[in-house]
T-cell receptor, first 115, second 117 residues
Framework: KNQVEQSPQSLIILEGKNCTLQ??????????LRWYKQDTGRGPVSLTI?????NTKSNGRYTATLDADTKQSSLHITASQLSDSASYIC??????????????FGKGTHLIIQP | DTGVSQDPRHKITKRGQNVTFRCDPI?????LYWYRQTLGQGPEFLTY????????KSRLLSDRFSAERPKGSFSTLEIQRTEQGDSAMYLC???????????????FGEGSWLTVV
């Protein structure tokens, strides 16, 4: 069964600090992995998308890494800002589609940045 | 692109009433998805369309739920005889091709919040 597990479930850090969020998956055959940011009460917004051959991708202060061998990804946030407070959702696609068009969602990590 | 548009953004309804949500995807996106999301959880898949064809329905989509995309553009999600357990945010998303396609971004709308009282 395809699964995406994210950790930690929630995280509180001080403004200006760095943090790393984890995503482990069992989706097969793997196609791509997406990280989304979801502000409270809003729809998810795409941060990065990585395919099998990519092991890092940056979007401003956000850097995602992918290890397709261990089936792990991380999202690193540098010099956090109050506006980074949100849920971060990892979404993995299977190459051959399948149920839900091959998309498996994690439950998200709820990040709170304190001043 | 104007983004994925959902309407209404908020709906409060009495138990037993019917509600309908509308989603306007990004122009020429042929994939359209519906998800349900409750507080603290990730989106749960409900159904998706390829143009006007409904390709899959989740077991979460009971017979009280129906979705259509009659002309392959906008879509509607109707919930009949609402129950308190239907209270959630209903998210719509669209993409130009299948989710597994390389480099394919899936765009989400802002969601429609449903509260059943």
């Amino acid at each position: 069964k395809n699964q995406v597990e994210q950790s930690p479930q929630s995280l509180i850090i001080l403004e200006g600090k760095n943090c790393t969020l984890q995503c482990n998956y069992t989706v097969s055959p793997f196609s791509n992995l997406r990280w989304y940011k979801q502000d409270t009460g809003r729809g998810p917004v795409s941060l990065t998308i990585m395919t099998f051959s990519e092991n890092t991708k940056s979007n401003g202060r956000y850097t995602a890494t992918l290890d397709a061998d261990t089936k792990q990804s991380s999202l690193h946030i540098t010099a956090s800002q109050l506006s980074d407070s949100a849920s971060y959702i990892c979404v993995v696609s299977a190459m051959t589609g399948g149920g839900a068009d091959g998309l498996t969602f994690g439950k998200g990590t709820h990040l709170i940045i304190q001043p | 692109d104007t983004g994925v548009s959902q309407d209404p953004r908020h709906k409060i309804t009495k138990r037993g009433q019917n509600v309908t949500f509308r989603c306007d995807p990004i122009s020429e996106h042929n994939r359209l998805y519906w998800y349900r999301q409750t507080l603290g959880q990730g989106p749960e898949f409900l159904t998706y369309f390829q143009n006007e064809a409904q390709l899959e329905k989740s077991r979460l989509l009971s017979d009280r739920f129906s979705a259509e995309r009659p002309k392959g553009s906008f879509s509607t999600l109707e919930i009949q005889r609402t129950e308190q357990g239907d209270s959630a945010m209903y998210l719509c998303a669209s993409s130009p091709r299948a989710a597994g396609s390389s480099g394919n971004t899936i765009y989400f709308g802002e969601g429609s919040w449903l509260t059943v009282v």
